[in-house]
């Protein structure tokens, strides 16, 4: 069964750090390109940032640039987002979505999984 779980998220004050991790089952996420994603009480969900599946390049929201990194470990079969200097615009639930490409996360996702919520308090 195909599968990809995000854990990691909670409550932290303003400028405080979570890492959220995205581990996949049923597949192998190599052959993907990894992306983070987030929805926001009210509003459309975004593209915070991904992963490409060959050299590791990475391409981040201008919201979150600076503060945030994915990263990927093969092995583990996981994704990371580190996320640094949290703001309570952060406030979302948080994806991770995989789609088997050599580009960018662009157009639709293969795999979604079922999110993980993030709450900044000020």
């Known amino acids: 069964q195909v599968q990809l779980v995000e854990s990691g998220g909670g409550l932290v004050q303003f400028g405080g750090s979570l890492r959220l991790s995205c581990v996949a089952s049923?597949?192998?996420?190599?052959?993907?390109?990894i992306g983070w994603f987030r929805q926001a009480p009210g509003k459309e969900r975004e593209g915070v940032a991904c992963?490409?599946?060959?050299?590791?390049?990475?391409r981040y929201a201008d919201s979150v640039k600076g503060r945030f990194t994915i990263s990927r470990d093969n092995a583990k079969n996981t994704v990371y987002l580190q996320m640094n200097s949290l703001k309570p615009e952060d406030t979302a639930v948080y994806y991770c979505?995989?789609?088997?490409?050599?580009?960018?996360?662009?157009?639709?996702?293969?795999?979604w999984g079922k999110g993980t919520l993030v709450t900044v308090s000020s």
């Open positions: 992963i490409r599946r060959s050299d590791v390049s990475t």
């Open positions: 979505a995989a789609k088997r490409t050599s580009l960018y996360c662009s157009g639709t996702m293969d795999y």
């Open positions: 049923g597949f192998t996420l190599d052959s993907y390109a």
